[in-house]
């Protein structure tokens, strides 16, 4: 049984080797609370996820270091593995679906385990890594649902009482369910009067649903480019401590996700993955009621792939009203694309693309469509651009923004 003694334990033992990250104020991110950021983002190998690795391998006999290794992991948990087993020269085979992120691939590498790509999602990687395990008589070390695992991503619920002895409420990013299930034993053993809420992806709400029907759910599939996250069945161990210990378990959109990762490069100068930034997308988007609270959001990685970092941020400009598309009908004679972007530009706006669609068959043979890329401040600004046009006459047609 997990006990607060062994989250003790796991503290003493992680101190030379994972940082104690630091709890920084966060007023800028449109919370209705006092928020503040816990940044494991900035942890050794980018990631919460040495904690439980690290200790969870210190405490293997010689006999099952001398067998090596195994784990599955979309990333964070395999450079956690690799670089615990590394320091105590233990052999280590990482099973990662084939879609991992290929920054987090070359990063498990670097660190010295053997990497074994899978076809699928974490699950199928899961499967290939248990099966892998009985042939060789190697350890599996879980990701999420171990006790010592748990002990280990436990010590991160000590450090924030340590660093917010006032905190009311603390937001943790949810797959299957370790980093929760230790924070929340951790925080609800020392202070039970604490709230502590988990935040999925809604494409991938296995905790959320199984929360929600009082058993484990399966999902079919996962969709998010939260991949440290995509977690279709959670963890035996994990379900039953969030349902005992975990005040609630809400969503975030891809969008609300992409504009939290913006938000933080911007007002906070820090780089969070999909799932590290969960927690901030759910206290900017009112996911749970924090007004008049102090609120510790968990930042538990950033180990983004920079492949997709740009399409993160587009989105993010887009959620956030920073970037818009119009599409307007045109008579095709001189002089319109002028008034447009007078409009425009007296609104404040910034035209970045052009676009004249003469080709459409759905207009008459002499119009056509203008489809203009804009840079703006926020919604209210394109609300506004927007009305402007429909007064002088144009016509918008289908617009996205």
Same mark, same amino acid.
């Given at each position: 049984m997990l006990t607060l003694d062994k989250i003790y334990h796991a503290a003493f033992v992680l101190k030379d080797v994972a940082r104690k990250t630091s709890l920084i104020a966060a007023p800028l991110l449109g919370s209705e609370g006092e928020l503040y950021l816990k940044t494991e983002n900035l942890q050794i190998t980018g990631s919460f996820k040495l904690r439980g690795a690290y200790y969870k391998i210190s405490q293997l006999t010689e006999e099952e270091k001398s067998k090596g290794i195994i784990a599955c992991s979309a990333g964070n948990h395999a450079q956690g593995v690799a670089l615990a087993a590394t320091r105590n020269h233990i052999h280590s085979t990482i099973c990662m679906p084939d879609g991992a992120p290929i920054s987090k691939v070359e990063a498990t590498k670097r660190l010295g385990a053997q990497v074994c790509l899978v076809k699928g999602a974490y699950d199928d990687a899961y499967d290939y890594a248990c099966r892998l395990q009985k042939e060789t008589g190697a350890t599996f070390i879980h990701p999420f649902d171990d006790e010592q695992v748990i002990a280990g991503q436990g010590t991160i619920g000590?450090?924030?009482?340590?660093? $917010? &002895? #006032? =905190?009311?409420?603390?937001?943790?990013?949810?797959?299957?369910?370790?980093?929760?299930?230790g924070v929340a034993f951790a925080i609800k053993s020392l202070r039970p009067d604490v709230k502590v809420y988990g935040v999925?992806?809604?494409?991938?709400?296995?905790?959320?649903?199984?929360?929600?029907?009082?058993?484990?759910?399966? $999902? &079919? #599939? =996962?969709s998010t480019f939260a991949d440290g996250i995509a977690v279709k069945h959670p963890g035996d161990i994990t379900f039953s401590m969030v349902e005992k210990y975990v005040d609630g378990v809400v969503t975030v959109t891809e969008d609300e996700i992409a504009?939290?990762?913006l938000a933080l490069i911007e007002k906070q100068k820090l780089i969070a993955e999909g799932a590290g930034a969960v927690s901030v997308a759910a206290a900017m988007f009112g996911k749970v009621d924090l007004a008049g609270k102090k609120a510790v959001c968990l930042v538990s990685g950033g180990n983004i792939d920079v492949n997709i970092l740009n399409r993160v941020i587009t989105r993010g400009l887009v959620?956030?009203?920073?970037?818009?598309?119009?599409?307007?009908?045109l008579e095709d004679k001189p002089g319109q694309l002028q008034g447009v972007s007078e409009i425009i530009s007296r609104c404040g706006g910034n035209?970045?693309?052009?676009?004249?669609?003469?080709?459409?068959?759905?207009?008459?043979?002499?119009?056509?469509?203008?489809?203009?890329?804009?840079?703006?401040?926020?919604?209210?600004?394109?609300?506004?651009?927007?009305?402007?046009?429909?007064?002088?006459?144009?016509t918008l047609v289908n617009e996205r923004a």
């Open positions: 000590l450090e924030i009482l340590d660093q $917010l &002895d #006032s =905190v009311d409420a603390v937001l943790v990013p949810v797959g299957g369910g370790g980093l929760i299930s999925q992806a809604a494409g991938a709400p296995s905790m959320f649903n199984s929360m929600a029907t009082h058993e484990q759910i399966t $999902l &079919d #599939s =996962v504009a939290a990762i959620m956030s009203g920073r970037n818009t598309n119009l599409m307007i009908a035209v970045v693309s052009v676009y004249h669609d003469r080709a459409d068959t759905s207009m008459t043979i002499t119009s056509c469509f203008l489809k203009l890329g804009l840079e703006t401040r926020d919604g209210e600004q394109i609300r506004e651009i927007r009305q402007a046009l429909t007064d002088a006459g144009f």
